[in-house]
């Protein structure tokens, strides 16, 4: 890992981040967060053992790594108050910010900057993120290694050789776990009207994903093949999936899914022209 990251913003995400980094090996001292004020980065210096600092460019002034954190809408204000630091500097930027494309993000910074976009998830709040990364033309094998162990820290990651492919990224992991909130929901509400008891049935449907999605991930197996294994000839779980085929969910997934390519695609250029 590279020697000093600083982390402008020192919110959820960041703190979320420097964490599994701290958890990972990583030395306390090697890492910098931002904020405005002093009394939003005491507990994450007290609790993290970190640098912190108000003022953004004495804090990349050292920096090898600027992994951008704050809100996507104050993006181009911090962005340009760095621009002489980080053209003199030239560390490796990271963007975390949803829908802030990185040519517009490089050009708020100077131009010819080395950046990788990230497209992390809300699960890297509890080391179980999914990461999508694009990296511009000026990283380096190195600093995409870098960037690699750095989102890795908070779950896995997967590169993508386009940028647009972020879009399906947010699509299938970035605005994901909303879906399977919405899917607990539906399957409390069920149960409750078959007799359980609200507590119960979430306890159940949570800890079954749970379940499924660690068989799935340890399984060699495809998950149509876990399907079939669950479903035996005229039985329980065959009766259930035939009505979800019937009701074509599976089409409802496909069409949520581009709705949710198409707004990422969208808000980038509301957000690229702001
Ligand atoms: N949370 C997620 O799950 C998630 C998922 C995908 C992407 N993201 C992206 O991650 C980024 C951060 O999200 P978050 O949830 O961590 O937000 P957050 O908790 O609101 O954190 C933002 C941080 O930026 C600080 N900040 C505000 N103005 C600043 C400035 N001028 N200079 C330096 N720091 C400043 C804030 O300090 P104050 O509180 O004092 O304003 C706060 O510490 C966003 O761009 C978001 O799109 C988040």
């Not at 490089?106 to 999914?130: E, F, H, K, Y």
């Not at 960037?147 to 908070?154: D, N, S, W, Y």
Request: aromatic share 2%.
């Amino acid at each position: 890992m590279a020697s000093n990251i600083t982390f402008i913003g020192a919110g959820n995400m960041a703190s979320a981040i420097i964490g599994g980094l701290i958890d990972s090996g990583v030395a306390p001292a090697t890492i910098t967060a931002t904020a405005p004020s002093d009394s939003e980065l005491a507990p994450v210096k007290q609790r993290l053992g970190i640098n912190t600092h108000t003022d953004n460019n004495a804090a990349v002034a050292n920096a090898d790594v600027v992994v951008l954190a704050v809100k996507p809408q104050i993006m181009r204000n911090v962005c340009e108050a760095l621009r002489d630091s980080v053209q003199r500097q030239q560390p490796l930027v990271i963007s975390i910010a949803a829908g802030l494309d990185a040519d517009t993000i490089d050009q708020w910074l100077g131009g010819n900057n080395a950046l990788v976009r990230c497209m992390p998830n809300t699960p890297s709040l509890v080391g179980i993120g999914a990461s999508g990364l694009y990296a511009n033309a000026k990283v380096s094998d190195a600093q995409r290694d870098v960037a690699t162990q750095l989102m890795e820290a908070v779950g896995i990651v997967e590169w993508v050789e386009e940028e647009a492919l972020l879009d399906a990224v947010t699509a299938v992991s970035g605005s994901a776990p909303a879906y399977f909130f919405l899917m607990f929901e539906a399957m409390e509400d069920a149960a409750v009207k078959l007799g359980l008891p609200a507590a119960t049935a979430r306890r159940l449907a949570i800890q079954t994903a749970l379940g499924a999605a660690t068989m799935a991930q340890q399984s060699d197996k495809d998950p149509a093949t876990l399907k079939q294994n669950v479903m035996s000839p005229g039985g329980t779980t065959e009766r259930a999936i035939q009505h979800m085929e019937e009701a074509q969910l599976r089409t409802t997934i496909a069409d949520a899914m581009q709705a949710c390519a198409d707004r990422a695609q969208a808000m980038a250029t509301e957000l690229s022209g702001s």
